[in-house]
């Protein structure tokens, strides 16, 4: 059974930095992908970033690319997702999720909240001076 947890959100500043982390388990073979999607109130939720586990391919949001990293440690099972650069627009509760039936070309799926599984709690983050 898939299971995932997000940890690491929290309350900074605009220029500063924050890391999220979603510890994934459950998986079979590395045949899926894990995103982060975030959603504020009233508003869809929003891709933000995501890693193919069999090849480690990433993907951004424009929104995001340059300011936000996702990678991946294998041996603690864990994706994170490293964001810096903080802007109020940023503030967000932030879910990871995985994608366990993948479609290629993955760059016209991955953003899609709806090609996800499986999903985490979600953790705040908020971006205030």
């Known amino acids: 059974q898939v299971q995932l947890v997000e940890s690491g959100g929290g309350l900074v500043q605009p220029g500063e930095s924050l890391t999220l982390s979603c510890a994934a388990s459950g998986f079979a073979s590395d045949y899926y992908a894990i995103g982060w999607f975030r959603q504020v109130p009233g508003k869809e939720r929003e891709g933000v970033s995501s890693i193919l586990i069999l090849d480690g391919t990433t993907y951004y949001a424009d929104s995001v690319k340059g300011r936000f990293t996702i990678s991946r440690d294998a041996a603690k099972n864990t994706v994170y997702l490293q964001m810096n650069s903080l802007k109020p627009d940023d503030t967000a509760v932030y879910y990871c999720?995985?994608?366990?039936?993948?479609?290629?070309?993955?760059?016209?799926?991955?953003?899609?909240?709806?090609?996800?599984?499986?999903w985490g709690q979600g953790t705040q983050v908020t971006v205030s001076s």
């Open positions: 999720a995985a994608d366990l039936g993948l479609f290629f070309p993955y760059s016209s799926h991955w953003y899609k909240p709806l090609e996800y599984d499986e």
